[in-house]
């Protein structure tokens, strides 16, 4: 199973921040959360990742809270373009860091 | 930007017939991957492939699966007999000396 929840749908206006959250309790010291994103039925994008720090890159953000429990990620201006299945992933420290996916968050954003 | 290919896009196949999916993972990269998404539901890991070897495979990455990269660039996915149930999309992914997995387009296969 997943190690993480998110929730399955969210909306958000176009030219706003769109801000996804997503929890993670059982997150190992160790484990990165990675966040992706599915437009379609294409490849899993990827968008940003983070070990303990919030991390910024030019797509969006990621805070991560200093519990590791949660993180949020922030896309600051929602385009149409924006609108996919967002996923968040806790890489699953095997050795082989095999992706474990959950069901995500579709993102509509809205003109 | 260097990124993970895929071919065919498209493979619409009879049932019992062998399917081969090929993968050109980004070069340098050392960790390759198989996922597959049946329609409408969750990308599932099907194997890892490691120093050309299989690291690790899934419940569903039974005996009429296997993997290969023959000639140090492609990587590809074989499915000796192929049921209706294997239609699905088919991403393959590969992974460097960092944490992240970069996805190719995906092979939309359709058993009939």
């Known amino acids: 199973d997943a190690k993480t929840t998110q929730p399955p749908s969210m909306d958000c206006a176009e030219g706003r921040a769109a801000n996804l959250p997503c929890n993670h309790s059982?997150?190992?010291?160790?484990?990165?959360v990675y966040w992706y994103r599915q437009i379609h039925s294409q490849g899993p994008q990827y968008i940003i990742h983070?070990?303990?720090n919030n991390e910024t890159n030019e797509m969006a953000s990621l805070i991560i809270t200093e519990d590791r429990k949660s993180s949020t990620l922030i896309l600051p201006h929602a385009t149409l373009r924006d609108t996919a299945v967002y996923y968040c992933?806790?890489?699953?420290?095997?050795?082989?860091?095999?992706?474990?996916f959950g069901t995500g968050t579709r993102l509509k954003v809205l003109a | 930007e260097p990124e993970v290919t895929q071919t065919p896009s498209h493979q619409v196949t009879q049932m019992g017939q062998e399917v081969i999916l090929r993968c050109v993972p980004i070069?340098?990269?050392?960790?390759f991957y198989w996922y597959r998404q049946i329609l409408g539901q969750k990308v599932e890991f099907l194997v890892s492939?490691?120093?050309?070897?299989?690291?690790?495979k899934s419940e569903i990455f039974d005996d009429q699966f296997s993997v290969e990269r023959p000639d140090g660039s492609n990587f590809t996915l074989k499915i000796r007999s192929t049921k209706l149930e294997d239609s699905a999309m088919y991403f393959c992914?590969?992974?460097?000396?960092?944490?992240?997995?970069?996805f190719g387009p995906g092979t939309r296969l359709l058993v009939l």
């Open positions: 492939f490691y120093n050309n070897e299989i690291s690790e």
């Open positions: 983070g070990l303990k």
């Open positions: 992933i806790v890489s699953y420290n095997s050795g082989t860091y095999k992706y474990i």
């Open positions: 992914a590969s992974k460097g000396t960092g944490e992240t997995q970069y």
């Open positions: 070069s340098n990269h050392l960790y």
């Open positions: 059982t997150i190992s010291g160790n484990e990165y």
